[in-house]
T-cell receptor
Framework: AQSVTQLGSHVSVSEGALVLLRCNYSSSVPPYLFWYVQYPNQGLQLLLKYTSAATLVKGINGFEAEFKKSETSFHLTKPSAHMSDAAEYFCAVILWGDSSYKLIFGSGTRLLVRP | DAGVTQSPTHLIKTRGQQVTLRCSPKSGHDTVSWYQQALGQGPQFIFQYYEEEERQRGNFPDRFSGHQFPNYSSELNVNALLLGDSALYLC?????????????FGEGSRLTVL
């Protein structure tokens, strides 16, 4: 069955530092993988997605993620953190049904950005 | 272009009561999914509606039911509320056969059960 595991419930970085949020997946079929962001008191917003095309995926707000099949990973990175990046980040994988799908989310990583 | 709207934003109920949450999808979207997000956890899939039918269901009891209307809006009903039902309930809309996994979420309805 498809699942994702996010390593680290909290990550703290200084403003301007590299952001690395870790996600490992388990899937019996080639996975569709996603990163969503949730700002305080808001719903989730899609950051980027991997759907078996290019392994390096670029998203919004300067984020990118690399799909590594050998490591079953889909880590999210950003070269330089900004205060506005402070939020909760969720990795997700699609679980296909007969005529639809659902997203299976990880437990989330809260990113704190120090001035 | 209106995004996904949910109502109410906050509500408080007592154990045993029933609650109805409402969702209007993003303009042009015809598929609505509901997720439950408990405090400190990721969203958990409840069910998905398309063409007024439940297409897929997560591991939630029958106390959780839903409906989709001809205008694509949707309701989530929870009966016999338990303390453990306290959570943020998120509605997400999408197109069923395009851009799989690209969900547009509302801001949620925060339910507190006392």
């Amino acid at each position: 069955a498809q699942s994702v595991t996010q390593l680290g419930s909290h990550v703290s970085v200084s403003e301007g530092a590299l952001v690395l949020l870790r996600c490992n997946y388990s899937s019996s079929v080639p996975p569709y993988l996603f990163w969503y962001v949730q700002y305080p008191n808001q719903g989730l917003q899609l950051l980027l997605k991997y759907t078996s095309a290019a392994t390096l995926v670029k998203g919004i707000n300067g984020f990118e993620a690399e799909f590594k099949k050998s490591e079953t990973s889909f880590h999210l990175t950003k070269p330089s953190a900004h205060m506005s990046d402070a939020a909760e980040y969720f990795c997700a994988v699609i679980l296909w049904g007969d005529s639809s799908y659902k997203l299976i989310f990880g437990s989330g990583t809260r990113l704190l950005v120090r001035p | 272009d209106a995004g996904v709207t949910q109502s109410p934003t906050h509500l408080i109920k007592t154990r045993g009561q029933q609650v109805t949450l409402r969702c209007s999808p993003k303009s042009g979207h015809d598929t609505v999914s509901w997720y439950q997000q408990a405090l400190g956890q990721g969203p958990q899939f409840i069910f998905q509606y398309y063409e007024e039918e439940e297409r897929q269901r997560g591991n939630f009891p029958d106390r959780f039911s839903g409906h989709q209307f001809p205008n694509y809006s949707s309701e989530l009903n929870v009966n016999a509320l338990l303390l453990g039902d306290s959570a943020l309930y998120l509605c997400a809309s999408s197109l069923p056969r395009r851009d799989a996994g690209e969900l547009f979420f509302g801001e949620g309805s925060r339910l507190t059960v006392l």
